[in-house]
């Protein structure tokens, strides 16, 4: 139980000192966002012309 409680105290540890985000500004979340929804209908897309079983 040891091992457990000082894992806990080590994680806890390093959430605590992740307060800042090391993302490069000119990183936009709304266009990372679109382009997996972008990639994700392109690739719904491909899934639905290759299902010709119906």
């Known amino acids: 139980m040891s091992a457990f409680a000082s894992a806990h105290t ?3 540890t390093l ?7 090391d993302t490069h500004p000119s990183i936009s ?22 299902n010709r079983d119906r």
């Open 15 to 21: 959430a605590s000192e992740g307060e800042h985000a």
């Open 10 to 12: 080590a994680l806890a």
């Open 29 to 50: 979340p709304y266009m990372t966002g679109g382009a997996a929804l972008v990639i994700l209908l392109l690739l719904l897309w491909i899934t639905t012309r290759f």
